[in-house]
């Protein structure tokens, strides 16, 4: 039976089945209180990991959460990054990990989420300008002064994930991986056989190529599910490690997404799913 709770870094333990907030908008009027009904929502259908970073809306995300949550119940795990920051370019950030940026970008979530320490801390992209040691030193620092609870990494390879291993405990990984976009697979095993938490961005990333589109829709046709639901539900079959974190900006759609979790895939269904790697 697939299990619904895992410990990040050994000790932290949630319900698998998490929610990305990138996509609740932050500005003020109706779309604002529709995102705080989200985020309530999910803490009401039992969401207990929460994600978040310094780059969704430069910091209003963050905001967003405390102004739903706070006081935070019980057991609520809500999880952010560091390590990009905004410029006026096209691409409209910039990797920015020197120890001060870092540091700075934590006090401004600590504050924003109204924390005394973050739970599990995620370095949104590794800085190529900065020495790696140099940055999981910094976090490290933070670790010791317990401003950060557990570390983790994002969008990293296999030999990225080794290096800093040897530097400072990584209690997770969060990379791009779903049915049809299965690039890091070999990140998702680094991080099975080191008991590391992954995970995965955009676990249902649109519309999957049309051999696999139709095979996704047959099982949920079997299941009466969603093809979203089917995603979710053999990502959570896949691997113990997998805590997938949807996102979506209506209730609705969150109920359908938080509802994957009670989905069983068959011995045979969970076959056929597997098999569209080579589709993908």
Request: with cysteine.
């Amino acid at each position: 039976m697939t299990a619904t709770t895992f410990r990040i870094g050994g000790d932290l333990s949630v319900r698998r089945l998490g929610f990305g907030a990138m996509r609740l908008p932050a500005g003020p009027g109706e779309a604002r209180e529709a995102s705080l009904q989200v985020a309530r929502r999910a803490v009401e259908l039992g969401v207990t990991l929460i994600d978040t970073a310094h780059m969704y809306g430069w910091g209003a995300n963050e905001e967003l959460l405390a102004e739903a949550l706070h006081p935070y119940a019980d057991g609520l795990l809500i999880a952010t990054k560091v390590g990009i920051v905004r410029t006026d370019s096209a691409e409209g950030w910039k990797h920015d990990a020197r120890p001060d940026a870092l540091r700075d970008q934590v006090e401004q979530a600590l504050r924003r989420l109204r924390v005394e320490r973050i739970e599990l801390l995620q370095l949104h992209r590794i800085d190529p300008g900065t020495p790696l040691a140099d940055q999981l030193g910094a976090l490290r620092e933070l670790q010791a002064e317990g401003k950060v609870g557990r570390i983790g990494l994002s969008e990293v390879t296999v030999t990225e994930l080794d290096r800093a291993r040897e530097i400072v405990d990584i209690a997770s990984v969060q990379n791009r991986y779903s049915l049809v976009d299965r690039e890091h697979e070999p990140v998702l095993a680094a991080c099975e056989a080191a008991g590391i938490a992954f995970l995965p961005w955009r676990p249902v990333a649109g519309e999957a190529p049309g051999g696999a589109a139709a095979e996704i829709a047959a099982v949920a046709s079997e299941l009466d599910a969603t093809p979203a639901q089917v995603s979710l539900a053999w990502l959570l079959d896949r691997s113990p490690v997998i805590l997938p974190i949807p996102g979506t900006g209506r209730v609705a759609h969150l109920e359908e997404n938080v509802a994957a979790a009670d989905l069983r895939l068959t011995p045979a269904q969970r076959d056929r799913l597997d098999r569209l790697s080579g589709q993908a």
